[in-house]
């Protein structure tokens, strides 16, 4: 059975859809469909690495981690150096502002 998949887009522009390998984080799958995306600390600290989740279920940022706050988790922010997706999910690679 496949696993989830990631449909990647900046705002309305379809970028890429991909499968998740098994415990990998949004960042090594973005990374490994080819999308440049920047990111530093890898551990949830800097925010580098954020983009908007649109659509789907993403793991691993409770207790909400130092680069997120309230706000940007209400407007749909996430960390992809350490959240995962639990399922096929859609993600702008703009953060929110």
Do not use: K, Q, W
């Not at 973005?30 to 908007?52: D, E, F, I, Q, W």
């Not at 909400?64 to 959240?83: N, Y």
């Amino acid at each position: 059975m496949p696993g989830p998949v990631i449909r990647f887009r900046r705002s309305s522009l379809h970028l890429v859809t991909i499968e998740v390998h098994d415990d990998e984080t949004i960042l090594e799958t973005a990374r490994r469909a080819g999308l440049n995306v920047p990111s530093n600390c890898t551990s949830g600290t800097c925010g580098t690495c954020m983009m908007r989740l649109v659509s789907g279920c993403v793991s691993g940022l409770t207790p909400l981690p130092p680069g997120l706050d309230d706000d940007l988790v209400a407007e749909g922010a996430i960390l992809t150096c350490i959240g995962r997706v639990e399922e096929s999910s859609e993600i702008d690679v703009i953060p929110p502002l």
